[in-house]
């Protein structure tokens, strides 16, 4: 993808008039159709039902406004269950600076779906990592993290690394993709995932100390209640956060480090 014309393109997908699904993509000419049926597919058979409306946008890039990113080290933590897990996974936020309280504060709207009415929101919630108040413009659509996606080098040294740990999964590549997106935006602390898809228990944290910390079970099984907070300094500048979250356009060439297991 160098200087051949790129396009970013973003899918979102709704039932009812709520979200079901969304993806993010770059791309180049000859590969933008496959990707555009794949994201279509996507949204027609999620695990939490099929879309009755889906929206494609294509947006063509300049390529001198690629930025260039490495991915973040991996880590999994072995946890025994999605207590465990929350934890283990409020303590390392704590270790990277949040507040308890903030921790607190975003897991129980993470848990009760976040968007109003209990629902699943579009994007990710913006919490103030001192005080945990909630700082997104909408709570509804929150902040989608959007123009990013792996050079073809970058994706199969990836997919090399997951494979003999059997998380070759679109899951998981493209939240270690957004992963490392957020904790590249200015005024990011740290960010806490997990899915709302009901049959993918995992989730992950993100923070500048550990990188992506991975943890096998975050919520209980069967849950289809998820989301994500990006949690930011005190005092930022949360339009350039959010400016930087949907609109740079970074394209990742370089893998992190996989690190053993931990306990
Ligand atoms: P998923 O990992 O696709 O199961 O997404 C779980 C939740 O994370 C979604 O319901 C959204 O609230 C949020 N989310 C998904 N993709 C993004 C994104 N690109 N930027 C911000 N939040 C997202």
Redesign the pocket.
């Known amino acids: 993808m160098s200087s051949a014309p790129i396009y970013s393109i973003r899918m979102h997908a709704t039932t009812g008039g709520d ?1 079901l ?4 993509r770059l791309s180049t000419s000859e590969t933008l159709d496959g990707i555009a049926a794949s994201l279509v597919r996507r949204a027609l058979s999620h695990p939490r039902g099929s879309a009755d409306a889906l929206r494609l946008s294509v947006d063509r890039v300049e390529p001198e406004k690629v930025l260039r990113g490495r991915l973040l080290d991996v880590t999994t933590c072995a946890v025994a269950d999605w207590r465990g897990g929350r934890n283990a996974a409020r303590a390392f936020l704590v270790k990277a600076g949040v507040a308890a309280g903030a921790i607190d504060a975003a897991m129980t709207d993470l848990a009760a779906g ?2 109003p009415g209990g629902k ?5 919630m913006l919490v103030d990592a001192r005080s945990g108040l909630r700082l997104e413009p909408d709570p509804a659509r ?5 123009r990013m996606d792996l050079s073809s080098e970058a994706e199969q040294r990836l997919r090399a690394e997951l494979s003999p740990r059997n998380l070759d999964n679109p ?1 998981v590549r ?2 270690i993709v ?1 992963a490392a997106k ?1 904790a590249a935006a200015p005024g990011i602390v740290a960010e806490l ?5 009901p049959d ?1 228990t995992a989730g992950y944290i993100c923070t500048p100390l550990h990188g992506y910390l991975r943890f096998p079970h975050l919520k209980p099984a069967g849950e289809a209640i ?3 907070a ?1 949690f930011l300094q005190p005092q930022c500048d949360v339009a350039e956060t959010i400016a930087f ?1 949907e609109e740079a356009v970074v394209l990742f060439d370089e893998i992190g480090v996989f690190h053993p297991d931990r306990n």
């Open positions: 979200h699904c969304g993806a993010e976040a968007a699943n929101m579009r994007g990710a929150g902040v989608r993290a959007s899951h493209e939240a957004l957020v995932c997990w899915s709302d898809d993918y998820g989301g994500r990006f979250l």
